[in-house]
């Protein structure tokens, strides 16, 4: 069974750090794009940050370029976001999204998605 599992999240406080973590398994992993998303309460599921299935190719949102770093270690079907300097704007849950093929940037394109883990920074 296809599943993402993401873990990670917590408390911090502004400009403190917190690095998530997305398990994929029953998928082919190293031939999937992945990506991070994030919900804040009220709001739209905003896109983060992806990564192509081979690792060559990130793409982040503007307002964390600089800050979070997308990775993956595909022998361990796993993909990480570091995020630094973390701001109270970007509390939210996270989730994980994964879809076979190129790289994408939008939640529609997106098959596949983790349960989400709640990232919040305190002032």
């Known amino acids: 069974q296809e599943q993402l599992v993401e873990s990670g999240g917590g408390l911090v406080q502004a400009g403190g750090s917190l690095r998530l973590t997305c398990v994929s398994s029953g998928r082919p992993f190293d031939s999937d794009a992945m990506a991070w998303f994030r919900q804040a309460p009220g709001k739209e599921r905003e896109f983060v940050a992806g990564i192509s299935w081979s690792g060559r190719n990130t793409y982040y949102a503007n307002i964390v370029q600089g800050r979070f770093t997308i990775s993956r270690d595909n022998a361990k079907n796993t993909v990480f976001l570091q995020m630094n300097s973390l701001k109270p704007e970007d509390t939210a849950m996270y989730y994980c999204?994964?879809?076979?093929?190129?790289?994408?940037?939008?939640?529609?394109?997106?098959?596949?998605w983790g349960q989400g883990t709640q990232v919040t920074v305190s002032p």
């Open positions: 999204a994964a879809r076979y093929g190129d790289l994408g940037i939008w939640r529609y394109e997106y098959d596949y």
